[in-house]
């Protein structure tokens, strides 16, 4: 067996949108003192939405015509991802090195993974359960004795826990385009948070309200919309997994640019981080199933045996509009993306 047609390119969009987010944590290391966690949070999030305020625009007049469905996974990925997440990030930011808090933050995939499992119909096999895990040590391993430590590490958990549950919704959404989502995401938080922390007392200088609106708008508004378009192809678990890189570049970062030091703890962990995403490209996944009819919107090309109504695109192109499917049931090699959220209660054959 051998992967799907169209696993690849999705793996590069997560891993470019990790390189992006990664880069964020020791970033924002700089303002967060000043402006505060929760200010903060609005301001990256109002560049996110500000940087792809353009592309949101044309897809929603493309569609504004459209019957839109997933509207209440939006808003729930809107409050967990955009609003709780971030500010408990940011928190537990506040309180340890940002090389630390970079590499916690691979406790997301685990609690993707577990939310996935028990309540989204996501299937994962042996090795992935086994990529998770590893991850999982990893990460606990990094904790250190550090009397700030246990407080960090348990608002970074909850943020994780958060964030776990926005991308097992994200990856859910197909009423809308990659772009509409990110904006409504970043308009959504940056409305609840700035209020909140300016109330608190954090406070922007123009310059700070700049850097984090560049930040945000890379960091947050790129990453994510690259990372919206990966999770629709590869499922939220494993989406999760090559996001989970995201920490390495951060402590790239953190080390090489704003001089915090990493020992060999750090280098462990990437090593076994690297090891996780090996084991995940080992995974294949096949069975006969059967699909419904269907009609929605997400990033798509048309060799994969689902996509043949007619495009002025090639076969092997990646692109995105609404589209229609007929119901069919056949058998291939499979991730659990928007096409295949079906049940597993039966053995499956030839997973490994």
């Not at 691979?106 to 028990?118: C, D, I, N």
């Not at 989406?239 to 989970?244: A, G, N, R, V």
């Not at 009819?293 to 997400?298: G, V």
């Not at 045996?305 to 995105?320: C, K």
Request: charged share 10%; glycine share 12%.
């Amino acid at each position: 067996m051998t992967k799907p047609s169209n696993f690849f390119g999705p793996v590069a969009w997560c891993l470019i949108a990790a390189l992006l987010f990664g880069a964020t944590t020791p970033a924002a290391k700089g303002l967060v003192a000043e402006t505060g966690p929760i200010l903060l949070s609005g301001l990256l999030y109002w560049g996110a939405a500000l940087a792809v305020t353009p592309f949101a625009l044309r897809d929603w007049k493309k569609n504004r015509s459209t019957v839109r469905h997933g509207r209440s996974r939006l808003i729930g990925a809107a409050i967990f991802g955009g609003i709780l997440g971030p500010v408990l990030l940011l928190w537990g930011l506040s309180l340890a090195p940002a090389s630390s808090v970079s590499l916690w933050l691979t406790l997301e995939t685990v609690a993707t993974a577990v939310l996935a499992r028990l309540f989204f119909r996501e299937h994962l096999g042996t090795r992935g359960w086994l990529a998770t895990g590893i991850v999982v040590l990893a990460s606990a391993g990094l904790a250190g004795p550090e009397p700030a430590a246990a407080s960090a590490v348990l608002l970074v958990g909850l943020a994780c826990v958060a964030w776990g549950l926005d991308n097992n919704l994200t990856s859910l959404i197909d009423g809308y385009s990659t772009a509409e989502i990110t904006w409504f995401k970043g308009i959504c938080a940056g409305a609840v948070t700035i209020p909140i922390g300016l109330f608190l007392g954090g406070q922007a200088t123009a310059t700070q309200i700049l850097a984090a609106g560049l930040i945000g708008g890379v960091g947050y508004g790129a990453s994510l919309v690259l990372y919206v378009a990966g999770a629709q192809q590869l499922g939220a678990t494993r989406s999760q997994l090559c996001f989970s890189t995201a920490p390495v570049f951060g402590l790239g970062v953190a080390w090489g640019v704003f001089g915090e030091s990493i020992g060999l703890e750090h280098f462990i962990a990437i090593g076994m981080m690297g090891t996780a995403l090996w084991i995940l490209h080992l995974e294949v996944h096949e069975h006969e199933h059967h699909h419904e009819a269907l009609e929605h919107t997400h990033w798509h090309r048309h060799d994969d045996g689902h996509h043949d109504h007619p495009a002025n695109v090639s076969a092997s192109t990646w692109h995105q509009h609404r589209h229609k499917h007929d119901a069919q049931t056949h058998r291939h090699a499979h991730s659990p993306d928007l096409h295949h959220r079906h049940a597993h209660d039966r053995k499956i054959e030839n997973d490994s």
